[in-house]
């Protein structure tokens, strides 16, 4: 049986790709290779969001020259943004790669493998497949769950129509295109048949999901039909979403989370900057005061709501004041959690060809002032929880310790409890003992669970 390793860079939403591709190889009868050195075909998803990331996959892929060597059969391909956006150039620096497949065409990849495999190695030709094919959105459906796993990524829809200027996505992904939601829920029913409880739907701008293809009903979006009828599938104990954009965030959407028990109130809401000149700059289509104003919203409707963000320092232009008003806005928001970013030139967005760049010096002092500042309110917030009560979703495994178990509040934050066999997979009341305020340590509550409020357990 032939064995395929596949490594992804990026978002969530590559995850997901690579997830099928694994699925569709299973089909025609690929194992998983637990390493690089025991695979037949070796597979790289590719992110080109920042320069760092191509070039550790591009990296990557030249470490395995040595294997070519001694196994000519072997099969080395590159999968995703990165192999859509450079295509066959992709060949120029890497003689040994046999594969490029773009965005789009995920649901090709085995059949290409297979066709690839086929044959005297020595003949082989390269194969580039990089073209747009209506209804690809549809072809990421498919799943194969690991023994005892209860959460899953669903992919909704793909694309971008944003084009904000400092992000390739819309030229690497494609427009938006949404898939029906009668499709996403039989996919939710079929993840809940097989034990999963919670899932995460995934969008370039999750909540623009539809707005193309589905009209309003009775006030409500595309996206919060959606929400409601994945959160009204029996067995779903737990819905999320990412990521949203502040620019089409809506009242339906912020009463949905208040209103539907299965929607978690955990919302990850990319800020980039908190200068209006630079978000003028970057085409976020906000200011500072509406995203700060949109924030104050989300906590008035829902008091324990956690608010997550991305935030990109060293835009073309970016003057020490702009910095600082990032800065303030970040400390107003108080985040729960902050990704910040070094603005990373991307090959023919608008932003690459700004005036006045800022130095890497200059970005990497700036991204160290601002995880700083964020970092002491960040771990305040997280010590404040210690006492209290909170449910989990035990998912198995810790992934710096064995030993223990990982779960993730309602609230995604990250918590830590003693091994127990009966509690993987199972939504489990614990009490916070102690944090890192990025991570925090549990025992559980079972035997005060009797006590124990909804209202209580629910905070997160």
Known sequence: ??????????????VRDSEQVVRDLATRGYSVAASEEEADVILLNTCSVRDMAEQKAIEKIGQFRHLKKKRPHLVLGLMGCMAQSRGASLFDGLPDLDLVVGTQKFHEVAAHVDRLRDGDPAARS??????AEAGSQNAIRDHVLEPGQRSAFVSIMQGCNMHCTFCIVPSTRGPERSRPIAEIVREVEGLVAGGVREVTLLGQIVNLYGRHEFEKKDGQSPFVQLLRAVAAVP???RVRFTSPHPVGFRDDLIEAIRDVPQICESVHMPLQSGSDAILKA???GYTAEKYLGLVAKLRAAIPDVSISTDIIVGFPGETEADFEATKAVALAAGFDAAYVFRYSPRTNTPAAALPDPVSEEVKAARNHDLLMAIDGPLKAKSRARIGTVVEILVEGESKTNPTRFQGRTRGNHLVIVERNERWRGQLLPVRIVET?????????????????????????
């Open 1 to 14: 049986m032939p064995s395929v390793f596949v490594k992804t860079y990026g978002c969530q939403m590559n």
């Open 235 to 237: 067995g779903i104990d």
């Open 282 to 284: 970057m085409h976020r």
């Open 126 to 131: 390269p194969v580039v497949d990089t073209g």
């Open 436 to 460: 890192t305020g990025y991570t925090s340590y549990a025992e559980p509550a079972l035997l005060e669970s009797d006590t124990v409020s909804a209202q209580t357990v629910a905070f997160s």
